[in-house]
């Protein structure tokens, strides 16, 4: 079933952190978050995630915040005090109803510092009175901006309605960020509802918490220097979006070694089939290609329908890829009935669950490309170099030094590059380095 979706992704681009790095830097809040907004949208065009119908900014919807805070006071669930306004949670008996937590077990300054003016100690900012140096807007209340919370609520609302089928974001976000969301939304439209709430796991390094403080972060940016962003994205899907997910460079390795494998083997079959391709002969296909296919979508199907679940999809993927190989490249694949409808067939399908899963290539021969180059990089080595070991290892052979010819694949296999042999001569692709290779093994 198709669906005409509105997807809205908001930007915060100015509170108190924003505020003090555009001071230390001596630069404007807005231009600064301006730039850093202009680069997470690069980031995701990278990994090939959609743009959203609309990109919403808190410094271009402050009347409409300012609105929704006059509307949450004149309901009596909220109060001013010094031009700052504050949500009361006492006026919001469902609070905690999203994360199960009770007010009693909100401790006063847990995340923020006690402001002793509050009625109650878990009461947040609606708005915040405008400080020196720091950036306002006018307001019935005084020169001041918008707290953190009210900025979501404001913007979903404006794009989306009170009412609307998912919100997202980190598991962190649930308290108080969603929480308060929720009492401040229905406190302006009592109908106000969410029918899902989708929270992703967090990003672990190494199996320790991925954080600044702990000297483990890394961007984006950082990592598509060494690895295909397509592979880093095949890495992403590779843990269900609510479970934390480990970084690791070993299993970047693993998930571009696999990228690469899927890649070749499509390439290699569209290369075979040609442009003449069969239309709609699926039913007459050989029995276990036809089951294989089924399968395929089935598995698809379910497991997308299950959450999302898409480790699941990927591993779903081997069996069709398998036979891909074995129609190109063994003997009695070759000589199959219906061998290239049969390969036109899977590629259709592998290629309806990549499209759908974001992974989907503009063409196959240059994303290869990429990935080897992305290798070379991380192995610190030029084309250049690799040839000139495949050619020494060439005249080791003919001079029949096998010895030197395995130390130079070993060699080569250590730094992720593989070689492989064929009527042809020898070529190279990608792999495992051959540390992490023994490391799976052994574990």
């Not at 930007?11 to 978050?33: C, H, Q, W, Y």
């Not at 403080?213 to 598509?224: A, D, E, G, M, Y």
């Not at 990228?259 to 002969?281: A, R």
């Not at 084309?383 to 052979?397: D, F, G, M, P, W």
């Amino acid at each position: 079933m198709d669906y005409e979706v509105r997807y809205v992704r908001n930007f915060t681009d100015i509170d108190d952190k924003i505020i003090t790095r555009a001071n230390e830097r001596g630069e404007d809040p807005i231009s600064l978050s301006s730039r850093y907004c202009d680069e997470f949208q690069s980031d995701m065009a990278y990994l090939q995630c959609l743009p959203p119908s609309v990109e919403p900014r808190v410094s271009e919807h402050i009347n409409q915040i300012i609105d929704m805070i006059k509307k949450i006071l004149d309901k009596g669930c909220a109060y001013v005090i010094d031009r700052d306004v504050y949500f009361s949670v006492d006026k919001f008996p469902a609070y905690g109803r999203l994360s199960g937590r009770n007010l009693e077990d909100n401790r006063a300054g847990e995340r923020v510092a006690v402001d002793k003016r509050k009625r109650n100690p878990a009461d947040f900012a609606l708005w915040k009175s405008a400080k020196d140096g720091e950036p306002y807007w006018e307001s019935p209340w005084g020169p001041g901006r918008p707290g953190w919370h009210i900025e979501c609520s404001a913007m979903s609302a404006a794009y989306l309605g009170h009412s609307f089928d998912i919100h997202g974001g980190g598991e962190d976000l649930v308290f108080p960020h969603h929480e308060n969301e929720i009492a401040q939304s229905c406190a302006a439209c009592s109908s106000s509802s969410i029918s899902f709430w989708m929270h992703n796991g967090f990003v672990n390094v190494d199996n320790e918490k991925m954080s600044k403080s702990l000297k483990n972060f890394f961007t984006i940016r950082q990592v598509i220097e060494l690895y295909h962003p397509l592979a880093l994205r095949f890495f992403l899907l590779g843990t269900h979006y609510r479970s934390p997910i480990n970084y690791t460079k070993a299993q970047l390795d693993i998930a571009s070694d696999r990228l690469f494998y899927i890649y070749q083997s499509l390439h290699d079959c569209e290369e075979n089939v040609g442009e003449q391709h069969p239309i709609n002969l699926d039913d007459s296909l050989p029995a276990d290609i036809l089951n294989c296919i089924q399968n395929l979508c089935r598995d698809f199907e379910n497991s997308m329908s299950d959450d999302l679940h898409t480790p699941v999809v990927l591993a779903a993927l081997s069996e069709p890829l398998k036979f891909i190989n074995d129609l190109l490249h063994t003997r009695k694949g070759k000589k199959q009935k219906l061998r290239s409808e049969s390969l036109f067939a899977l590629e259709r399908q592998i290629r309806t669950v990549l499209s759908t899963l974001g992974l989907m290539p503009s063409s196959y021969s240059e994303v290869l490309r990429q990935l080897r180059e992305k290798a070379l990089t991380r192995a610190h080595l030029t084309e250049s170099h690799v040839l000139q070991k495949i050619e020494e290892r060439n005249l080791a052979r003919q001079s029949k030094q096998y010895e030197r010819s395995d130390e130079i694949r070993q060699e080569l296999a250590a730094f992720g590059i593989a070689l492989m042999d064929g009527p042809d001569g020898t070529s190279w692709r990608p792999t495992v380095p051959l540390d992490i290779q023994e490391g799976v093994v052994s574990t």
